[in-house]
């Protein structure tokens, strides 16, 4: 984690000096939402094309959700996120995850253990 324009700069310059050396940041811009006129939100999906690659592994694509801000000297991120991108599934009610899931939390209740 990084805080402030500087921090953000200097972790950078490392990773493109060093790192990631000869490499381009490669994405799409997939929407923007403007939550007001001078303050909007952006989602997008990239990744670091290593210089050796063609096209970007799956594996490394991260996703990345922004807040720009209009100030005096134009747009200026006020907030990033950046994660990797993870294929996610929610198993069924009945499926043996949930079932194993339920059993526990009874145990638990059972026992009085937890928080509720």
Avoid: C, Y
């Amino acid at each position: 984690m990084a805080r402030g324009r500087r921090a953000h700069e200097l972790n950078h310059d490392k990773l493109f000096r060093g790192v990631l050396a000869g490499s381009a940041l490669v994405g799409d811009l997939e929407s923007v939402r403007f939550l007001t006129p001078d303050v909007a939100v952006a989602h997008g999906t990239a990744s670091v094309l290593m210089p050796w690659r063609s096209t970007l592994p799956r594996r490394r694509l991260s996703r990345q959700t922004v807040v720009v801000v209009r100030t005096g000297q134009g747009w200026r991120i006020g907030a990033i996120h950046n994660g990797r991108v993870r294929p996610v599934t929610v198993p069924e009610p009945d499926a043996f995850p949930s079932r194993m899931s339920q059993l526990m939390a009874w145990v638990a209740r059972r026992l009085g253990l937890g928080g509720r």
